[in-house]
Nanobody, 136 residues
Framework: DVQLQASGGGVVQTGGSLRLSCAASGFTFGFGDYAMCWFRQAPGKEREGLSCISGGDGSTDYLESVKGRFTIYRDNAKNTVYLQMNNLGPEDTAVYYC???????????????????????????WGQGTLVTVSS
């Protein structure tokens, strides 16, 4: 069975940084066949997409509000995707999830669609979430 294990969350002060990791296991056709994305869900809010990275060419996309602060990257040899988050603020407090979507679908759809709730079923796998709390 495929499993995505997210980790790296914690409590950080405003202006601080965290690096989230998502370790994948059990892929039948290869980790590189999947684009990996990060989402977050704050209390009382819908889950929102933050960033994705292609499994094939490593191209990336970001939600506009996190551009320049968040960086997604992956290590296919370790089956792991990372989200480096800098200059965090209280608005970044949320549970962060990683998810896997087939790379062909990632190339076909726009992230403006993939980042939305209605695209949730396009993703084959979801991690369990890791909580990030930013204190003011």
């Amino acid at each position: 069975d495929v499993q995505l294990q997210a980790s790296g969350g914690g409590v950080v002060q405003t202006g601080g940084s965290l690096r989230l990791s998502c370790a994948a296991s059990g892929f039948t056709f290869g980790f590189g066949d999947y684009a990996m994305c990060w989402f977050r869900q704050a209390p009382g809010k819908e889950r929102e997409g933050l960033s994705c990275i292609s499994g094939g060419d490593g191209s990336t996309d970001y939600l506009e509000s996190v551009k320049g602060r968040f960086t997604i990257y992956r290590d296919n040899a370790k089956n792991t995707v990372y989200l480096q988050m800098n200059n965090l603020g209280p608005e970044d407090t949320a549970v962060y999830y990683c998810a896997a979507v087939q790379d062909v679908l990632y190339k076909m759809y726009t992230t403006s669609y993939l980042f939305t709730t209605r695209a949730r079923n396009e993703f084959d796998y979801w991690g369990q979430g890791t909580l990030v709390t930013v204190s003011s």
